[in-house]
């Protein structure tokens, strides 16, 4: 009589073919946070200047990047429109849902990025393009390690600057992305300038957004997702305005994320390691199971 195989056994070899999978899944990951590309200054420009739909707009950016927690606040870096460095959640309206903001002039005023939600470095003056001064030597290491720790960063206005390569394409730190963001300050030929033709998406809308009133002056920037989506930059919560006259491939953002907001929570995909790791278990079940049916015939 021929002996088949315990379950215990089976087991067994399943559990050495799935070891390397579980090894990859113990790895850290490069980067567990979320990167989000603003092509807009409603919150730096727009609002403090009393426009109620930048405000608006605002308040459901406070409450994305917070997850619509109280607990953790949000760190604004650099200055608004207003002149100062005090909390722009004072603007009338910015702050409906009630998160706690603190701004501060630098990045080292923060003090441990870990105690934050979320940060958002302000453009220049809250306006137009992004503000690479924010981002001074040295201080790149403390935004990687509060990515890694699962924080989210929102840069207003992007138009490429390689001072945020080491976050955006850290495999290519010295890439021109300047070259693949269209509008002001871009590199990319395009006639948008300053338009309220954004649309917000379905993703957008699961991440706390709604389509906002005209402000006269909504989008600045568009990027190209042909080239940003290789990069992890997946999910687009506006839609950049159609008559921008683009010469690249697109399609465009206005809103660009590499990953959910807090509010729009996990995609509820399992981690690749997770799966590889499935994988390898059911494959050594099923190839023991058919190794002693073969035994048996």
């Not at 579980?22 to 200047?49: K, R, Y």
């Not at 992007?158 to 394409?169: T, V």
């Amino acid at each position: 009589m021929k002996k088949g195989f315990s379950f215990q056994r089976i087991m067994q070899s399943a559990v050495v073919l799935a070891a390397p999978a579980a090894f990859l899944m113990c790895m850290p990951a490069a980067q567990a946070g979320t990167i989000i590309l603003e092509g807009s200054d409603a919150i730096g420009f727009h609002c403090p200047g009393g426009n109620a739909s930048a405000c608006t707009y605002e308040s459901q950016t406070w409450d994305a990047l917070s997850g619509g927690s109280k607990t953790d606040p949000i760190a604004i870096i650099g200055q608004d429109d207003s002149g100062t460095t005090g909390d722009v959640g004072i603007q009338a309206g910015s702050n409906t849902f009630g998160m706690t903001l603190d701004q501060f002039a630098t990045l080292a005023g923060a003090g441990t990025l870990s105690q934050y939600a979320a940060i958002y470095f302000l453009a220049g003056d809250g306006c137009c393009t992004e503000n690479d001064s924010l981002i001074p030597v040295g201080e790149d290491a403390a935004v990687l390690a509060y990515l890694a720790g699962g924080g989210t960063v929102m840069i207003e206005n992007y138009i490429g600057g390689e001072a945020w390569n080491f976050a955006i394409d850290p495999g290519a730190p010295s890439t021109n992305l300047n070259a693949f963001v269209a509008g002001v300050g871009g590199g990319q030929s395009s006639s948008l300038s300053c338009d309220d033709g954004e649309t917000v998406t379905a993703t957008g809308i699961a991440n706390g957004f709604t389509q906002p009133s005209v402000m006269s002056c909504w989008t600045h920037q568009a990027y190209d997702e042909s080239v940003f989506t290789p990069l992890g930059f997946t999910k687009s919560f506006f839609n950049s305005p159609a008559d921008g006259g683009y010469t690249g491939t697109g399609p465009y953002s206005s809103l660009l994320s590499d990953g959910n907001t807090l509010t729009g929570g996990p995609t509820g995909t399992p981690e690749p390691a997770s799966m590889l790791l499935m994988g390898g278990g059911l494959a050594a079940l099923g190839f023991m199971a058919r190794r002693r049916a073969s035994r048996k015939s």
